[in-house]
Nanobody, 114 residues
Framework: QVQLVESGGGLVQAGGSLRLSCTAS????????MGWYRQAPGKQRELVAT???????NYADSVKGRFTISRDNAKNTVYLEMNSLKPEDTAVYYC????????WGQGTQVTVSS
């Protein structure tokens, strides 16, 4: 069965960095588009970044220039490198297989203190 397992979240001060990882199993990872989303308390889940099988990337305006999405097909893993973190980046971050509506990870909490 399809599994997406996120890791790498935590507590960081504003201006700091974190790298999130999402390891996939149960499907041919290399041919699937992947994405990162986030949901802050009281807000709707929003797109952060996506990466296609051809490594084409797309970012939300709020994270452009600060976040970088990448993938390692040999490790079945998609990453989100987050730099210059701001308190408004605080959220639960989710990994998603972009060609589906049902395949989500369990989420990893990112908290940025001011």
């Amino acid at each position: 069965q399809v599994q997406l397992v996120e890791s790498g979240g935590g507590l960081v001060q504003a201006g700091g960095s974190l790298r999130l990882s999402c390891t996939a199993s149960g499907f041919i990872f290399s041919i699937k588009p992947m994405g990162w989303y986030r949901q802050a308390p009281g807000k709707q889940r929003e797109l952060v970044a996506t990466i296609s099988r051809f490594v084409t990337t797309n970012y939300a305006d709020s994270v452009k220039g600060r976040f970088t999405i990448s993938r390692d097909n040999a490790k079945n893993t998609v990453y989100l490198e987050m730099n210059s973190l701001k308190p408004e980046d605080t959220a639960v971050y989710y990994c998603h297989r972009e060609d589906s509506t049902e395949y989500w990870g369990q989420g990893t909490q990112v908290t940025v203190s001011s």
